[in-house]
């Protein structure tokens, strides 16, 4: 097992890009390409990645912090503008390992929206603007999805013990996928839900 932090220490985030310019906490990026089960277009994602991929989002976690109870991990996650489709750019979404467990994000910058269910069918949304503080409670699976031509940025802390669990999303999907129509966003039910 890992050691707990014994000692306050700082980590700069920039409020409008979500970077750690320090360099201390480095990014980790996904691509369309890591995407290929999460949107709902398959052949538009595919098309994405044969001419040349693109970036979806990245996440700067603070990994160093031990997996353990009373720890709190925390971060930012920048989710780019863009669609494959109709659908916009979002991150692939998960469960937390340890169900019972809840998170709070916090918008910096840009707009868009947590995407929320829970294992028993329940659906939310909950739209993302600065100054937006969204309580996510235990056993609610989220996805970030950016609505807007900016980058959406939010900071995140959870329970550093909670864990991810992406594999469920990654074979059922959510229930509802978040689509542009008439250029505004639309929640309507995935052809792909299993
Ligand atoms: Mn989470």
């Given at each position: 097992m890992n050691k707990a932090i014994a000692f306050p220490f700082l980590i700069d985030?920039?409020?409008?890009?979500?970077?750690?310019?320090?360099?201390?906490v480095q990014p980790t990026?996904?691509?369309?390409?890591?995407?290929?089960e999460q949107f709902a277009d398959r052949e538009a994602a595919q098309a994405i990645v044969?001419?040349?991929?693109?970036q979806v989002y990245e996440f700067f976690e603070l990994e160093q912090i031990p997996e353990q109870p009373g720890e709190l991990r925390y971060g930012?996650?920048?989710v780019l503008p863009g669609k494959v489709g109709d659908e916009y750019f979002m991150t692939k979404g998960h469960f937390h390992t340890?169900?019972?467990?809840?998170?709070?994000?916090?918008c910096l910058s840009g707009e868009g929206a947590m995407l929320m269910e829970t294992p028993e069918g329940d659906?939310?949304?909950?739209?993302?603007?600065?100054?937006?503080?969204l309580y996510i409670p235990p056993r609610w699976a989220h996805r970030s999805i950016n609505t807007g031509r900016e980058r959406l940025v939010t900071f995140f802390t959870f329970p550093a013990n909670a864990g991810h669990d992406y594999g469920?999303?990654?074979?059922?999907?959510f229930r509802k996928i978040l689509v542009e129509r008439d250029g505004a966003p639309?929640?309507?039910?995935?052809?792909?839900?299993k």
């Open positions: 985030f920039d409020l409008k890009t979500g970077q750690c310019a320090s360099g201390k990026k996904r691509y369309v390409s890591n995407l290929l044969d001419a040349g991929d693109a930012t996650s920048i340890v169900l019972e467990t809840a998170e709070v994000y916090y659906v939310d949304i909950q739209w993302l603007r600065p100054g937006a503080g469920t999303i990654e074979q059922k999907g639309a929640l309507v039910d995935n052809p792909r839900w």
